[in-house]
């Protein structure tokens, strides 16, 4: 007789998501459940779908649930009775009251090397700032957001010209590998315990689309890495002009030349100045300064 499989409740949305619940399926897990997001028609997804790899499956998938409320509380111990919990780029807290109930451990992968960049958009921000590497961590999960034991983590370069969306791509990669090489402990309950430098976190909220506004004052280096950070699939970096043009900056080259930050040195190319160097704009579109409402 085979020994008996232990009940994972999955959450996950995005591409880390996908992946990570792509190899639990190809491995033959028990998934009791899954929850993730609906697909929203009006995001840019670049990722693939979770809710149509788990339906695909035959998976019980359960969209955008408060599972902090007593009825979910009660479902959870009566019906779904999670002994594993992982957690894969899921967009809501999980109630502590949930994790509590598996036996075996609740698990998040966050995509960057811990503790470094807890929060959210961990790589749009390791891009934005410069950063040489960042990585992914299988970290046990605890009330504070990404705060908890690490059992795994893999780190992943950043070149000087990678967008987010290149990182993000080999972080993708590196969860799914960390996920591989601790599943058998996960499964096991002997999942390892490493203790966070707290004094070295750092902490970021999440970015929205006014986030990517330059500041010409800013030198060219700085508004290279937001443009880096914020290009597609994200909403990307733009700049208001007082002639009432906004320019979406999609990409951009660094430029060793003077002039005061803001002004259009050349039209073709595109080159504006900023606070040290400038850019040629390489990768652009104007439109209006949308109207304030």
Not at 41 to 63: D, I
Request: glycine fraction near 8%.
């Amino acid at each position: 007789m085979s020994p008996k499989r232990p009940r994972i409740v999955v959450f996950a949305y995005s591409e880390v998501g996908y992946a990570c619940l792509d190899l639990l399926i190809s491995r033959g897990a028990n998934i009791a459940a899954v929850f993730t997001h609906r697909d929203d028609p009006h995001e840019q997804r670049w990722f693939r779908s979770v809710p149509e790899l788990a339906e695909s499956h035959g998976l019980t998938v359960f969209y955008d649930q408060k599972t902090g409320t007593q009825e979910w509380l009660e479902k959870f111990r009566n019906e779904i009775e999670p002994e594993l919990i992982l957690s894969f780029y899921y967009r809501k807290m999980i109630s502590t009251q949930v994790l509590k109930l598996a036996w075996l451990g609740a698990f998040n992968m966050h995509g960057s090397y811990l503790p470094k960049y807890r929060g959210k958009a961990p790589v749009n921000w390791a891009v934005l700032n410069g950063e040489s590497f960042t990585g992914t961590t299988l970290h046990h999960m605890v009330q504070e957001p990404d705060a908890g034991d690490i059992v795994d983590q893999e780190k992943v370069p950043i070149g000087p010209e990678d967008s987010a969306l290149h990182v993000m791509t080999r972080v993708v990669e590196a969860s799914r590998l960390v996920l591989d090489r601790q599943l058998k402990a996960l499964l096991s309950g002997t999942a390892p315990r490493m203790v966070q430098d707290h004094s070295q976190a750092t902490y970021y909220g999440g970015r929205g689309p006014e986030d990517g506004r330059i500041d010409w004052a800013w030198p060219s280096s700085r508004i290279f890495n937001l443009v880096r950070a914020v290009t597609r699939p994200y909403p990307g970096a733009f700049a208001d002009f007082p002639d009432g043009r906004r320019l979406k900056v999609w990409w951009a080259k660094p430029l060793d030349l003077s002039s005061a930050p803001g002004t259009i040195t050349s039209t073709v190319p595109l080159v504006i100045a900023a606070g040290e160097g400038a850019l040629e704009i390489t990768d652009y579109e104007w439109t209006s300064t949308p109207a304030r409402g």
